[in-house]
């Protein structure tokens, strides 16, 4: 109800009401038969009646009135009060514009986004037009005159600068609305102001930072706290291959590449819980499968309450990092020329392999090349020839390495050899040898055909030398005493060991040939019976009849074949020349119950010797009874079990079997019980002290008294004066052998004697 009708209404119902009272309430006073006088006074009483009755409700009305205008103003200015106190809470200013007076008015808070009084402020609209950034005037007259066109009521909200009173300019957004008037012509603009300066910034910052988000080169990957990616950039995309719907809402671990364990995972939460960051390098895989490294930073994000909201990886790929790493590595390790490891690189080696921290100390040697004359390739042909040789002697040289070896090219004409794990000086010569003989095919560089040896200085390690330096030092030494020695040979650090590592490597070369040469030869020597003083047997001796050096003892050549393996070959070369010569004999009718046939140690405690011996046998028909097999003292205890069942299988076939050199070894009297030999031979390092040489000649006796009790024969070897025989004959040994009775000789010598023997008989 409007309020212009409720006074109309107020109005009515007086004039009504006073009307019928006016009307009526004469004619109710000339009813009741007053006189004229009581009828004056009845209506003046009546008259006043009306008039303070009026005036009451009069008052009632204005009063009542009075109090809702009052109310209503209160509850205004409350409103207002409120709306002042909203505004200022939320710090936003208002403003209310008359586009007819250009009168403006302002909340207090509007003149504090400013940082200025109500007062100073003014009224007038110019007064925060001058405030404008210039920059934004044009803006402003441009959406006003828009608004004033289209007349357009709907909230507009708008952002200009306006300065400060600090001198800076804050941005004012202004959001409002333009008020009509009943014709409809533009009358106010009216609305709110506040501060978003710090929004921009903000805005701002989160634009540089999505520019920078977008456009790194590094990987992004941003996941919520149960670790569902949410966001990743086009740098990710471009590294792994996944584009970002193809990972959304997955987890991270579909990236692993299964490279790192457990821990390495469980190192890495423990570093994100308790510092909030991790960093380090991980190997991922992309897409197409390829395990490649990354360096990767994580970070926890945690919200206003603290919690885990996110987490934020950024990573880069390193392969090419690791790669130009490893390419500088090599570069810094290798000579450019022929691609060998460097100087650096080796004593680097050189270092590990003497490293002291090993359970066994490893032996080894280092092997430095020098090519002789070089210099007058590369003087007379040029460096470029010089280089291409060098090149293609590094190559040759490589072509001869075995496992654990370091060729390196330590500068100029020079090479280095690590040879890890040389057991000894002939391994280390026979290498210096090999290197020296494949350069030995001539070179082809450039249409010129060139031939090159090589010096070779060889220190041992850890015997010569215990670090880096003195083990160099010490090659070096040793080269140039090969260089001395005329060039294109070897030489140690020491001088026993270049002559016997010489020797050796000659003779192991030679010994390889001497079995297809012929150069082999087979003596025998007579085995005697004391108590009748006729050879009963004879023992075959190898001999080696060097084209140079003449007949060369077993004693040299045996430990040399032994080494090499060729022993299998000579024993049985040897054992079939035996059975053959005596079966040759037998035929002859030369009286000789036995040859004996000395066996290695090493080809003792192989299996298969009773098969080479019964291959033998029946190869040349020897009856089996006729052959001694000697095997040493320590061949029989080394495996005692293994050889105990050989001897048993020997046995077995036929043969007679005696243990050779007895007393230089450690016989375990128990297991020398148990062996199924014949004989004892007695060492003849206890015979040559005999008669004289008391210890001796208690041993004599206890080995041959141990012999007998054990239903053994006893030879005693290297008898050579008639004394030595005489107490021999005296203490009851059985057999004997010596120069006193013949010295090994050739088969043929050896027949000889046996006819004497037997015509003997027959005379
Ligand atoms: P061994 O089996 O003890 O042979 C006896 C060695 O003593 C022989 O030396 C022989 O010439 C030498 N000898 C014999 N009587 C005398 C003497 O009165 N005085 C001196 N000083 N020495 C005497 P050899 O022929 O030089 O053989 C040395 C060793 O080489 C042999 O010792 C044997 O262990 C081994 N050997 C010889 N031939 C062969 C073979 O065909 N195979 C194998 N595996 N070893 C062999
Ligand atoms: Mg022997
Ligand atoms: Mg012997």
Known sequence: MTTSFSAWRWSLSYILVAGLWVLFSDGQLIALGLSVEQLERAQLVKGLAFVVLTGACLFAILAIHHRQHLRAQYALQRSEKRLYQALEASQNGMWDWNLQTQQMDFSPGFAALL???????????????????????????????????????????????????DGSYRWIQLRGRLLLTEQGHAERLIGTASDVTQRRMDEDSLRQAAAVFDATQEGVLVTDAQQHIVHCNPAFTRITGYTQAEILGKSPGMLKSGRHDKSFYDSLWNALENRGSWSGEVWNRRKNGEIYPQWQCIRVIHDEQGDISHYVAVFSDISVLKRSQRELDYLAHHDPLSNLPNRLLFTERVERALDHDHIEPQRGAVLLIDLDHFKHINESLGHNIGDLLLKDVGQRLSEQLGKRMTLARLGGDEFGLLYEHCANAEQAAVMAQRLQNCLNRAFRVMDNELFITASIGISLYPDDAQDVDQVLRNADSALFKAKNCGRESY????????????????????????????????????????????????????????????????????????????????????????????????????????????????????????????????????NPACLELEVTESAVMEDADAALALMERLRALGVRLAIDDFGTGYSSLARLKRLPVHKLKLDQSFVSGLPHDQDDVAITRAVIALGHSMGLKVLAEGIEQPEQLALLDELGCDHGQGYHFGRPQPAEQLAELLAQQRDAVYD
């Not at 609209?125 to 044009?138: G, I, M, Q, T």
């Not at 074949?561 to 004999?585: F, N, Y």
């Not at 011996?613 to 040349?620: E, H, K, M």
Request: overall charge neutral.
């Open 115 to 165: 940082g200025i009084s109500g007062e100073a402020l003014g009224n007038q609209a110019s007064n925060w037009l001058d405030r404008l950034h210039k920059h934004d005037r044009e803006a402003l007259q441009r959406n006003l005159q828009k608004r004033l066109n289209s007349l357009n009521p709907a909230t507009f909200e708008d952002t200009y600068r306006l300065l400060h009173d």
């Open 491 to 622: 030489a140690f650090y020491s001088q026993e060991l270049t002559q016997h590592a010489h020797q050796r490597v000659e003779l192991t070369s030679a010994l390889r040939h001497a079995l297809d040469n012929q150069e082999l030869r087979v003596h025998y020597q007579p085995l005697i019976c004391l108590k009748s003083r006729r050879m009963i047997g004879a023992e075959a001796l190898i001999r080696w009849q060097h084209p140079l050096r003449g007949l060369v003892s077993p004693g040299e050549f045996i430990p040399i074949a032994e080494e090499t393996g060729l022993i299998g070959a000579l024993d049985t070369w040897v054992l079939q020349q035996s059975c053959r010569q005596m079966v040759a004999w037998h035929t002859a009718g030369l009286p000789l119950q036995f040859v004996a046939v000395n066996v290695s140690s090493r080809l003792f405690s192989r299996g298969e010797l009773d098969q080479r011996v019964a291959d033998v046998l029946r190869d040349t028909g020897l």
